[in-house]
Each structure stands twice: as C-alpha cells, then as structure tokens.
C-alpha cells in the first residue's frame, strides 16, 4: 500500500487547497512536506486559473511546528552547513505562502504553534475554531523565535502582542484570537472549509482581478506601506484595466446579490 505524501494538494474551480497530512505528529513539517509546500507555490504562481489558496491540516489539527526530530538534529551543531540548510528549508517555504499572488485563507482547528503559527499567519487570512491555540511555543522550549516569527506577529497585530506571543510565551485561544484582531473569524470544525470556500468565492471566480487586487495591496501595504498618493497611482492601471475589461454595456448587467 503506497503511503499518502506529507502534504495533499487539490486544484478546482479557481481554488487551491494545501493540506498538510501529517496527523500522527499534528502536522509537524517535515524537509519533504516544506518541499511540497514550495512546489505547491510554484504551481499557483504558474496557473492563471488560480484565484484562492486555502491551506489547512488533516486530522484536525493545523500544525504543530517544525517536526523535532529536524530540530533536534539541527541542535547538535547549530553552526553546520546542514543545519542551516535545514531550517532554513522550512522557513523559506512559508515565505514562498506569504508571496502567493492570489488570496489566501488558513483554517486552524486544533492549534498553530510555533512554525505552524507562522505559516498561519503568512497566509492573508485566519479562520480558526473556538478551542484552537494560537502559541507561539519558541521560548517554552527554550529556543528564540524563527522565520520572521516577531515580524509575522507584530504585521498581524502590532508590537504588543508580538512581545506579549513571542517573548512572554502567551498562548491564545481562537476566540480570543479573533478579539485581538490576529484572526478574522471563529468556524466551527465541520464548518470551515464550506465557511472558506464562501470567503474565496469572487475570488476564485475572477482570478484575473484576485490576483491584480493582491499585487496592489502588496505594493500599497507591504510592509513598509506606502502613502495615499502613492497609493492612488498603484491602484489607477489596474482600476483602468478592470474598467476596460467590463466595457461600457457591462454596466447594464447588475451584480448578483445573495440570498
């Protein structure tokens, strides 16, 4: 029986979906799931088709980080070619999720800690379950923070809780995750795929504007943000694009309303 890969991906109507597979261990990344990562990466960027990026765990929970037995490895000799090279394999395939040029939503059940937490928030949005734990994790192990863990924080919800998740060793539940503005709605399990393919819907549909929508609000957010004016003239081509591209009588047809 051929064994199922660390990370399942899917491709369908306008959307992308990551699953990290690795439920024995909670999703603990491993060097071939962080590969498989960087590929899926890859694809979206190459398919036009694409509009959304969802990215979730099997098993019911998200991601516990990177897999100890790598970390331990790494501890060994720290300063050796191969353990740079081994933690700098996970981290760069989270960067490769943060540059996705389509929308991405992340759906934490269970918990995000440590590295699973940075590869929740370098997608664009979080969904998270009620009960499920946000920690950061580096300093109750006794190990700095890694892969842009502050910065990735502080861009999510400011300084405070950067210091508070990254040096403190807070851990927060998704409800309160929601209440500090580090993730944009609380779904129960059975309900956050559905909850997210709702979310991406106009997205997926139109993927030429999704993806032309996430360029501008990268160059305009980045950080650094960039001023209002500077703004305005990122924003004026493609807001002429999409004029174009509807056409005059285009204006004739009303926008769907949902029921």
Same mark, same amino acid.
């Given at each position: 029986m051929t064994a199922e890969p660390p990370a399942i991906t899917t491709v369908g109507d306008g959307i992308a979906r990551l699953t990290l597979n690795n439920p024995r261990r909670k999703n603990a990344i491993t060097l071939e799931m962080a590969a498989l990562v960087e590929d899926f990466c890859a694809r979206v960027h190459g398919d036009d088709t694409i509009g959304a990026v969802l990215v979730d765990g099997a098993g019911g929970y998200f991601c516990s980080g990177a897999d100890t037995r790598d970390l331990a490895a790494s501890s060994a000799d720290p300063a050796a070619p191969e353990s740079v090279a081994r933690t700098s394999a996970v981290y760069a395939a989270f960067v490769q999720v943060g540059r996705?040029?389509?929308? !991405?939503? !992340? @759906?934490?059940?269970?918990?995000?800690v440590g590295a699973g937490l940075n590869l #929740?928030?370098?997608?664009?949005?979080m969904l998270v379950s009620h009960d499920a734990v946000l920690d950061s994790g580096f300093v109750a192990r006794g190990i700095h923070?890694?892969?842009?863990?502050?910065? @990735?924080?502080?861009?999510?919800?400011?300084?405070?809780?950067?210091? #508070?998740?990254?040096? @403190?060793?807070? #851990?927060? /539940?998704?409800?309160?995750?929601v209440r500090r503005g580090l993730a944009w709605d609380v779904v129960e399990p059975h309900a956050m795929l559905e909850t997210a393919t709702r979310l991406v819907a106009m997205a997926a549909a139109d993927p030429g504007l999704a993806r032309r929508i996430k360029q501008?609000?990268? @160059?305009?957010?980045?950080?650094?943000?960039?001023?209002?004016? /500077? #703004?305005?003239?990122?924003?004026?081509?493609?807001?002429?694009? !999409?004029?174009?591209?509807?056409?005059?009588?285009g204006w004739d047809r009303k926008p769907p309303v949902e029921s």
């Amino acid at each position: 029986m051929t064994a199922e890969p660390p990370a399942i991906t899917t491709v369908g109507d306008g959307i992308a979906r990551l699953t990290l597979n690795n439920p024995r261990r909670k999703n603990a990344i491993t060097l071939e799931m962080a590969a498989l990562v960087e590929d899926f990466c890859a694809r979206v960027h190459g398919d036009d088709t694409i509009g959304a990026v969802l990215v979730d765990g099997a098993g019911g929970y998200f991601c516990s980080g990177a897999d100890t037995r790598d970390l331990a490895a790494s501890s060994a000799d720290p300063a050796a070619p191969e353990s740079v090279a081994r933690t700098s394999a996970v981290y760069a395939a989270f960067v490769q999720v943060g540059r996705l040029p389509v929308p !991405s939503v !992340s @759906l934490v059940t269970g918990g995000a800690v440590g590295a699973g937490l940075n590869l #929740a928030l370098a997608t664009d949005l979080m969904l998270v379950s009620h009960d499920a734990v946000l920690d950061s994790g580096f300093v109750a192990r006794g190990i700095h923070p890694g892969g842009g863990h502050l910065a @990735l924080l502080g861009r999510a919800a400011g300084y405070q809780h950067a210091i #508070a998740l990254g040096a @403190l060793g807070a #851990a927060l /539940s998704g409800a309160e995750a929601v209440r500090r503005g580090l993730a944009w709605d609380v779904v129960e399990p059975h309900a956050m795929l559905e909850t997210a393919t709702r979310l991406v819907a106009m997205a997926a549909a139109d993927p030429g504007l999704a993806r032309r929508i996430k360029q501008s609000a990268t @160059l305009e957010l980045g950080p650094p943000a960039v001023p209002w004016p /500077s #703004a305005l003239e990122i924003e004026r081509g493609m807001q002429m694009w !999409s004029l174009g591209r509807k056409g005059s009588q285009g204006w004739d047809r009303k926008p769907p309303v949902e029921s």
